[in-house]
C-alpha cells in the first residue's frame, strides 16, 4: 500500500496547480515515508537509521531533514498519513444512524480490507513492540489513534445500550472486548500462520456472532 501524505502545497491549496518542482518534493517525501516504513517493519524503531531510509528511498539523507526533523517525527506522520484516513472512515461509521448489528458487520470487512490486509497492520505492530520503549510514540499513537477510535465506538455503544440493542454495560464500558480478536489476528499470523493460518475475516465473525448471541440469550 502506498502511502499518500496529506501535505499540500501553497498553490495546491489556492486552487492552482503544483508546479513541477512541488511534485518533486512530494514525490520524494512519499517515497522517504514508503521506504521508513518499510526500514521500521525490517528492523524495528530502534535499529532503523534513517541512512538506510535514504538509501531505500533513493535520496540523500539530508533531504530526510528538509521534510521530517527526525526519526521520531518521521514515525509519527506515518502513522498520521497511514492510519488517520481509516481512523475517519470508523469515524464515520460509528456515527451512521443504522443497526449496531450492520455496523458491527461493517467493521469487519473495514479491519480486513483497510488494516488485516495492508501495511496498517505493520504500523500496529510496531506500536505493539516499540511502544513500551518508546513511550512518546505508544502516546501519540494513542492520542491519534486509539483515543478517536474508542470515544467514538464508547458514544456508539452507549447509544445502543440505551436502545436496547445490547444488553451488556460491559461493551459500552470496554470497547477494547470488541476489538480484541483483530489484534489476536495481528499477532497469530505475525508469529504462527505458517503453522496453523489463521483466517482473520472468519475470527471476527464467530467473535460478532457470539456477542449478539449471548444478548439474545440473556
Not at 19 to 29: C, E, F, K, L, P
Not at 70 to 91: H, N, W
Not at 174 to 187: E, R, V
Amino acid at each position: 500500500m502506498a502511502i499518500a501524505t496529506r501535505k499540500k502545497s501553497a498553490a495546491s491549496a489556492a486552487g492552482k496547480a503544483p508546479g513541477a518542482r512541488a511534485i518533486r518534493s512530494q514525490a520524494r517525501r512519499e517515497a522517504i515515508l514508503e521506504a521508513a516504513l518499510n526500514e521500521f517493519s525490517a528492523r524495528g524503531f530502534a535499529a532503523a537509521r534513517l541512512d538506510d531510509v535514504a538509501k531505500r528511498a533513493g535520496v540523500a539523507k539530508g533531504t530526510i531533514y528538509l521534510h521530517f526533523r527526525d526519526k521520531e517525527a518521521l514515525f509519527q506522520e506515518i502513522v498520521r498519513s497511514v492510519m488517520g484516513p481509516f481512523v475517519g472512515t470508523l469515524e464515520g461509521v460509528f456515527a451512521a444512524d443504522i443497526p449496531l448489528r450492520t455496523i458491527a458487520d461493517q467493521i469487519v470487512e473495514l479491519f480486513v480490507r483497510e488494516v488485516f490486509e495492508t501495511r496498517r497492520k505493520d504500523i500496529i505492530r510496531l506500536i505493539m513492540t516499540e511502544g513500551p520503549r518508546f513511550p512518546k510514540l505508544a502516546e501519540f499513537y494513542y492520542r491519534e489513534v486509539l483515543s478517536r477510535v474508542l470515544g467514538g465506538a464508547k458514544a456508539r455503544l452507549r447509544r445502543a445500550l440505551d436502545r436496547g440493542e445490547i444488553s451488556h454495560e460491559a461493551l459500552a464500558r470496554f470497547p477494547q472486548l470488541i476489538a480484541a480478536p483483530g489484534m489476536l489476528a495481528i499477532i497469530w499470523t505475525g508469529l504462527f500462520d505458517r503453522f496453523e493460518p489463521l483466517d482473520a475475516r472468519e475470527l471476527l465473525r464467530a467473535h460478532i456472532d457470539i456477542l449478539f448471541r449471548e444478548r439474545k440469550a440473556a
